[in-house]
């Protein structure tokens, strides 16, 4: 039982900043990668940011500067903090994560999406 929980999407104005969470849960044994993915419709998804288990992050060209990825590894949580949003980051955001678990082994799993909206 792995479960991620997204929380922190919302409607923002153009120049503002929201901070996505995303808390992993259930019988982890360690997770490998954990950061965030973005698609729109008619869009592939595309990374945003993760951060492995040494604590290397890899942001995508355009959101370098403006979001930043952190972790709190006692409580299997990441966080973006979204700076300086534009109109084209609007859409869902998926927290990802590669977890080992007791139950499963190594699997990828994915929260339900949570909607950032920026507006003009």
């Known amino acids: 039982q792995v479960q991620l929980v997204e929380t922190g999407g919302g409607l923002v104005q153009a120049g503002g900043s929201l901070r996505l969470s995303c808390a992993a849960s259930?019988?982890?044994?360690?997770?490998?990668?954990m950061g965030w993915y973005r698609q729109a419709p008619g869009n592939q998804r595309e990374l945003v940011a993760t951060?492995?288990?040494?604590?290397?992050?890899n942001y995508a060209d355009n959101v370098k500067g403006r979001f930043t990825l952190s972790r709190d590894n006692a409580n299997n949580i990441v966080y973006l903090q979204m700076n300086s949003l534009k109109t084209e980051d609007t859409t869902v955001y998926y927290c990802?994560?590669?977890?080992?678990?007791?139950?499963?082994?190594?699997?990828?799993?994915w929260g339900q999406g949570t909607q950032v909206t920026v507006s003009s």
């Open positions: 990802n994560a590669i977890i080992k678990s007791y139950g499963d082994g190594l699997r990828t799993y």
């Open positions: 259930g019988t982890i044994f360690s997770i490998s990668r």
């Open positions: 951060i492995t288990a040494g604590g290397g992050i």
